[in-house]
């Protein structure tokens, strides 16, 4: 709950009704000190006023507590989900790219370590190269399979 919100939305609702702060107050028994205390945010309604407020404004309590018309709560409600089902498929596609990448990454090794000559040291770094290749591809293929599993 914004207080600062709800402030601006009474402000917008009554002038929207084409109501000054002294005509929403003498309506509602309330001084027009209090309206605009309301609409700048420095206090809020006494809730024994709260329904009178809304049906003056033709609002819903749910939508004076929100600062905002339903179909507005709504819209975002939506954005805010298309925004994380966005973020979500980012997500797979950084998983299936880190896989390809580290499937070439395990090929390129294997093949550097076909090209060191047989010595003691080139054999260690050889066999390593290979472990170490061979270890990239199954990760990229876990990712990548992973990736495609999920929704």
């Known amino acids: 709950m914004n207080q600062k919100m709800i402030g601006q939305y009474i402000a917008k609702k009554r002038k929207a009704k084409n109501l000054t702060q002294m005509m929403l107050g003498e309506r509602l028994g ?12 420095k206090c809020m309604p006494d809730y024994s006023i709260v329904e009178s407020l809304c049906q003056e404004l033709g609002i819903t309590i749910t939508e004076l507590m929100n600062g905002c018309d339903d179909q507005q709560l ?27 990448l580290l499937m070439i990454m395990g090929v390129l090794m294997i093949i550097v370590s076909y090209f060191l000559k047989s010595r003691v040291l080139a054999d260690f770094f050889s066999g390593l190269l290979k472990g170490i290749g061979i270890g990239d591809i199954l990760i990229g293929v876990y990712l990548i399979v992973k990736s495609f599993g999920q929704p």
């Open 30 to 41: 309330v001084s027009y000190k209090t309206v605009s205390k309301w609409e700048n945010a």
């Open 74 to 100: 709504h819209d975002s409600q939506a954005l805010s989900v298309d925004l994380l089902k966005r973020i979500q498929h980012l997500e797979q596609q950084k998983i299936l790219l880190y896989g390809f």
